[in-house]
């Protein structure tokens, strides 16, 4: 697999980073020409012309194809250097998926370094609630040292939900986090990219997150020192995602830092702690769902939004959030699907606290949902029929009253 050079172009008020890509496998020749990533022309400064981002963002594809890789532009030797140790780490993890430890070959080994140390500390902002809390924990004034201060923020499109397929959805997202973070006083950097949507046949949506939203930081990372990436799952978990705090800060560069932030706290705590902040009432967007004339709206019925919609409830701030703009029922938490492990585990963590403030009726809908999750798995696998049935019944049957606020 071939990697070019970088280019840059200007096209009215857009510059687009691509790099051309050549891959060997017969199944997959033709199929991926470049990778790109675009931005607002007035973040030109923000733009590296070095082959990291690329190279990361290659790196799940060519693991699965088993294909080595061969960089013709300029790379990081510590990101090499991590990228090798990396690819250990996930090979171990994910071994069916990626098949094997590539040999990355790079002719020009060039530190990168920072213009006019400029010591920019930016995060990575997708308007959920870890992105919030990361925010929140670094502003000037929470965040003592000066040297850690987040001044910027990144919003990814095409990595981020809504996908930009969703443009309505992803415009009004923009403008929804220009506000919010314009009265923090942080400067909002938007982007789009095909890097997610470049090897989402070959890898799963949670592997290709990671490195297409550290690939895109390093093609900006020209004006960045710190960069901190959202944890979503504290230290005590297994659960292993294309970004996590195991391996995140080995994509660092000779200039750039990444971190991997909050996993000392868990997601109740962080929502919580973001349910004290007014700035987030209006602009909380944890949903995966673009649904038309939603707008920028959550559609309060997917597994995330009712997860999140019970924390909120429980802990008397749902009533703050507009944008989740249905009320929450126990029929929707009983339709619920909460198939992930990830899912599965922060219910738990939900029904411990909903136990522990004497909501014992919040608690019996939760565990109810996740043995109907169960259920449910297995027989649309195995009974379809039977699984729609059950489905309708539940549809029908279900108690639509209304989950009271607070405990």
């Keep these: 697999m071939i990697l070019h050079e970088p280019e840059i172009k200007k096209a009215g008020e857009e510059i687009t980073i691509s790099s051309r890509v050549e891959i060997n496998s017969p199944n997959t020749k033709g199929r991926l020409k470049s990778l790109w990533v675009k931005v607002p022309e007035g973040q030109g400064a923000f733009i590296s012309d070095y082959s990291n981002g690329f ?11 088993g294909e080595d890789l061969e960089i013709r532009g300029k790379m990081s030797p510590r990101l090499l250097f991590g990228m090798m140790e990396f690819q250990k780490c996930f090979k171990l993890w994910f071994s069916e998926t990626l098949r094997k430890i590539i040999d990355i070959q790079c002719e020009k080994l060039i530190p990168q370094t920072q213009e006019n140390n400029t010591m920019i500390n930016a995060c990575a902002f997708s308007g959920g609630v870890d992105s919030f809390y990361t925010l929140w924990s670094h502003l000037p004034g929470k965040e003592k040292l ?4 987040i001044s910027h923020a990144l919003f990814v499109g095409g990595v981020s939900s809504p996908t930009l397929e969703d443009e309505e959805t992803y415009k009004l997202s923009k403008l929804s986090y220009e506000k919010v973070t314009q009265k923090l006083n942080v400067k909002l950097l938007t982007a789009e990219t095909n890097f997610k949507e470049a090897i989402l046949d070959k890898v799963s949506k949670n592997l290709a997150y990671g490195t297409s939203l550290i690939g895109t930081i390093l093609i900006l990372s020209q004006k960045f020192s710190h960069f901190y990436i959202s944890s979503g799952y504290p230290y005590q978990t297994p659960f292993i995602e294309g970004t996590n705090f195991r391996t995140d800060h080995l994509l660092s560069t000779e200039s750039l830092e990444l971190i991997n932030d909050g996993a000392s ?3 109740l705590q962080k929502t919580a702690v973001i349910a004290q902040w007014p700035e987030t009432f209006s602009h909380l967007r944890v949903c995966w769902h673009s649904i038309p004339d939603m707008g920028f709206n959550n559609c309060c019925r997917c597994a995330k939004c009712i997860r ?7 802990l008397g701030a749902l009533s703050k959030y ?3 703009p249905k009320p929450l029922r126990r029929r929707d938490i009983l339709n619920a699907r909460f198939l992930s492990d990830g899912d599965r585990y922060f219910i738990h963590e939900i029904i411990d606290y909903a136990a522990s403030e004497g909501r014992a ?3 019996f809908y939760l565990r109810c949902a996740l043995w109907l ?9 195995k009974a379809p029929a039977l699984h729609q049935a059950l489905c309708t019944l539940l549809g029908k049957k279900t108690s639509g009253q209304e989950i009271s606020e607070g405990n």
């Design 322 to 324: 507009p944008t989740f």
């Design 373 to 381: 999750s169960s259920v449910s798995k297995w027989l649309k696998q």
């Design 146 to 149: 000066d040297g850690f201060q």
């Design 308 to 314: 999140t919609m019970v924390s909120l409830s429980l």
């Design 55 to 65: 190279a990361v963002a290659l790196l799940f594809l060519a693991m699965n194809l």
């Design 361 to 363: 009726d919040v608690a």
């Design 265 to 267: 706290v868990s997601r």
